[in-house]
């Protein structure tokens, strides 16, 4: 096993988080307002979560830390923290060094930001939570990369705000807060309030961090070190079809976005053929083409990586996921389960 020993880059003197609450918060009040000449570095906080993602992780360092080598200046720095300090596992096996949260300094600290990824969705620490509301009240932004989102949520924190979550958790996100805003964008500002999707659209918020901070050459350089290209915007869909399916076909691309919007209650083929301007034979045909199956069967896929995601990350019951996903009847749906994953349904669910 590797372990890592990230620390900050810059020392500096702090008041423990308990003896500075009337510290003033005008001087974050909008964490992404350009940087003046002579500033102190951006101070960002990482709370790594058991589990999280190295991606992500990288994602958001590692722009900072280009930010710093290519203006020559100190801009940005950071500290690792978690729960009790130690060794945090990522999901990759990889350790990183932290510092526990119960030293988290408030007069310095510009931005604190969630970083999880695997089982995310099922961590709840209390404390974790109360320090989150108590940041957040004076001033202080808070983030959330991938899985995050749902300790925010646990927080408090994405009431009457938008939010986003990696879309692999959109459904088990919704189960669990039906009453939030939740959208598909790469990542979501709302009010001090950050939530981003994970992995390299991490990257893109950083980079529209620096470049609101230090202006749109120094966000491209970087960029360009990165090989990254154009900075995404944060409304930006996270699962563009024309790059993950290797698709251009409008009418399959138009099938395709009808069919994930009715998972729950799936159309007849000739219905989805007509919503799409051509003849059920004419779909079929360019299905096969571009999808290497039938409209039916690719529903039918999308409604089983549904249900699997559900049994995974939510706790409830197989019949309550079955009809999630649009199965009448629950031995349908435990025989096209064996038959496309090769187990039953309740077979597949991981430990909560």
């Given at each position: 096993?590797?372990?890592?020993?990230?620390?900050?880059?810059?020392?500096?003197?702090?008041?423990?988080?308990?003896?500075?609450?009337?510290?003033?918060?005008?001087?974050?009040?909008?964490?992404?307002?350009?940087?003046?000449?002579?500033?102190?570095?951006?101070?960002?906080?990482?709370?790594?979560?058991?589990?999280?993602?190295?991606?992500?992780?990288?994602?958001?360092?590692?722009?900072?830390?280009?930010?710093n080598r290519m203006s020559g200046k100190t801009l940005y720095d950071w500290t690792l923290f978690s729960?009790?300090?130690?060794?945090?596992?990522?999901?990759?096996?990889?350790?990183?060094?932290?510092?526990?949260?119960?030293?988290?300094?408030?007069?310095?600290?510009?931005?604190?930001?969630?970083?999880?990824?695997?089982?995310?969705?099922?961590?709840?620490?209390?404390?974790?939570?109360?320090?989150?509301?108590?940041?957040?009240?004076?001033?202080?932004?808070?983030?959330?990369?991938?899985?995050?989102?749902?300790?925010?949520?646990?927080?408090?924190?994405?009431?009457?705000?938008?939010?986003?979550?990696?879309?692999?958790?959109?459904?088990?996100?919704?189960?669990?807060?039906?009453?939030?805003e939740l959208c598909h964008d790469l990542f979501v500002i709302d009010d001090g309030v950050v939530t981003?999707?994970?992995?390299?659209?991490?990257?893109?918020?950083?980079?529209?961090?620096?470049?609101?901070?230090?202006?749109?050459?120094?966000?491209?350089?970087?960029?360009?070190?990165?090989?990254?290209?154009?900075?995404?915007?944060?409304?930006?869909?996270?699962?563009?079809?024309?790059?993950?399916?290797?698709?251009?076909?409008?009418?399959?691309?138009?099938?395709?976005?009808?069919?994930?919007?009715?998972?729950?209650?799936?159309?007849?083929?000739?219905?989805?053929?007509?919503?799409?301007?051509?003849?059920?034979?004419?779909?079929?045909?360019?299905?096969?083409?571009?999808?290497?199956?039938?409209?039916?069967?690719?529903?039918?896929?999308?409604?089983?990586?549904?249900?699997?995601?559900?049994?995974?990350?939510?706790?409830?019951?197989?019949?309550?996921?079955?009809?999630?996903?649009?199965?009448?009847?629950?031995?349908?749906?435990?025989?096209?389960?064996?038959?496309?994953?090769?187990?039953?349904?309740?077979d597949d669910r991981r430990p909560q």
């Amino acid at each position: 096993m590797l372990v890592l020993d990230v620390r900050r880059q810059e020392t500096r003197r702090d008041l423990p988080l308990k003896q500075s609450e009337t510290v003033a918060a005008d001087r974050r009040s909008d964490f992404l307002a350009a940087r003046p000449t002579g500033a102190p570095a951006f101070h960002v906080g990482l709370f790594l979560v058991p589990g999280f993602a190295l991606m992500s992780f990288a994602s958001v360092i590692e722009p900072a830390r280009g930010a710093n080598r290519m203006s020559g200046k100190t801009l940005y720095d950071w500290t690792l923290f978690s729960s009790q300090g130690g060794e945090v596992l990522s999901n990759s096996g990889i350790g990183l060094q932290t510092q526990p949260l119960t030293e988290i300094r408030l007069d310095n600290l510009d931005m604190l930001i969630i970083c999880a990824g695997t089982q995310g969705e099922q961590y709840r620490d209390l404390e974790v939570e109360a320090v989150l509301r108590r940041l957040r009240r004076h001033g202080v932004a808070v983030g959330a990369v991938s899985t995050g989102s749902f300790i925010l949520a646990r927080a408090g924190l994405l009431q009457g705000r938008r939010c986003t979550v990696h879309w692999d958790y959109l459904d088990s996100f919704q189960e669990a807060f039906p009453e939030h805003e939740l959208c598909h964008d790469l990542f979501v500002i709302d009010d001090g309030v950050v939530t981003c999707a994970g992995a390299t659209s991490a990257l893109d918020l950083m980079l529209q961090t620096i470049r609101n901070h230090h202006g749109p050459e120094l966000a491209r350089s970087i960029a360009e070190q990165f090989l990254h290209g154009a900075i995404r915007a944060p409304a930006d869909d996270q699962r563009n079809m024309r790059h993950r399916m290797g698709v251009a076909n409008p009418v399959v691309l138009r099938a395709i976005e009808l069919m994930e919007q009715t998972v729950e209650e799936p159309v007849p083929p000739h219905h989805l053929a007509s919503q799409v301007g051509v003849s059920q034979r004419q779909l079929e045909r360019l299905c096969k083409r571009h999808l290497g199956c039938t409209p039916a069967r690719y529903h039918m896929r999308l409604r089983l990586e549904r249900a699997r995601r559900m049994l995974r990350q939510t706790s409830l019951s197989v019949a309550e996921v079955a009809v999630a996903c649009g199965f009448v009847a629950l031995s349908h749906f435990a025989k096209a389960y064996r038959h496309n994953f090769g187990c039953r349904p309740r077979d597949d669910r991981r430990p909560q």
